[in-house]
């Protein structure tokens, strides 16, 4: 069972916006500003979105962003695309012993 | 370009032996982490370990701690995964990726194609 907790399914239509929860404690989401996002289409392998809660690395559409608000890191995905259609987790640092722990992921569909 | 090519798709029977390679191109190979991770048939990521080329300084998690081992040859720039007893529960995809290090958390910038390990009798 993952530390850090997703919802399973998100959707939303072409053009709104969505937002991704991640949740974890003040242990780890909420003790550190070191969460990162992946997207990973079926397939294929994960892709860095974001890192550092809102750092988004170089080719990444600005329609990606990230932020945290105490325990609770997210992701927002504004003008939805069909392309965004993936499964998305989340990433913090979680304890010395497992410095990085994944969600458990969260499918988005775009209907 | 940054590039990380994975060796390709292994079937094995429980118990045996395997050791699957990850190799970094486009980059200073010596001076980012290279992780593993683990994605099981339909499930979610799971991170396994991490080690620094520059000194082979190499952490596990606690769950895959004495059932893999991580290892790397610089001289080829490569990076290695190996099982000493594979067991069908090890069946899965294993990914390597490059790691930059904050603080004492990794986030992976640079993916690997993925290996499929089957383990079946």
């Known amino acids: 069972q993952s530390a850090l907790t997703q919802p399973a399914s998100v959707s939303g239509s072409p053009g709104q916006s969505i937002t991704i929860s991640c949740t974890g404690t003040?242990?780890?989401?909420?003790?550190?500003?070191?969460v990162s996002w992946y997207q990973q289409h079926p397939g294929k392998a994960p892709k860095l979105m974001i890192y550092?809660?809102?750092n988004r690395p170089s080719g990444v559409s600005p329609r990606f962003s990230g932020s945290k608000s105490g325990n609770t890191a997210s992701l927002t995905i504004s003008g939805l695309q069909a392309e965004d259609e993936a499964d998305y987790y989340c990433?913090?640092?979680?304890?010395?012993?497992?410095?990085?722990?994944f969600g458990g992921g969260t499918k988005l569909t775009v209907l | 370009e940054v590039q990380l090519v994975q060796s390709g798709a292994e079937v094995k029977k429980p118990g045996e032996s395997l050791k699957i390679s990850c190799k970094g191109s486009g980059y200073s190979f010596s001076r980012y982490w290279i992780g593993w991770v683990r994605q099981m048939p339909g499930k979610g990521l799971e991170w396994m370990g991490i080690i620094y080329p520059g000194d082979a300084d190499t952490r596990y998690s606690p769950s895959f701690q004495g059932q893999v081992t991580i290892s790397v040859d610089n001289s080829i720039i490569t990076a290695y995964l190996q099982w000493n007893s594979l067991k069908a529960s090890d069946t899965a995809m294993y990914y390597c990726a490059r790691g930059h290090y904050s603080g004492n958390y990794f986030y992976f910038d640079y993916w690997g194609q993925g290996t499929l390990v089957t383990v079946s009798s």
């Open positions: 990433s913090s640092y979680t304890s010395s012993s497992t410095p990085v722990g």
């Open positions: 550092d809660v809102s």
């Open positions: 003040s242990g780890d989401v909420g003790g550190y500003n070191f």
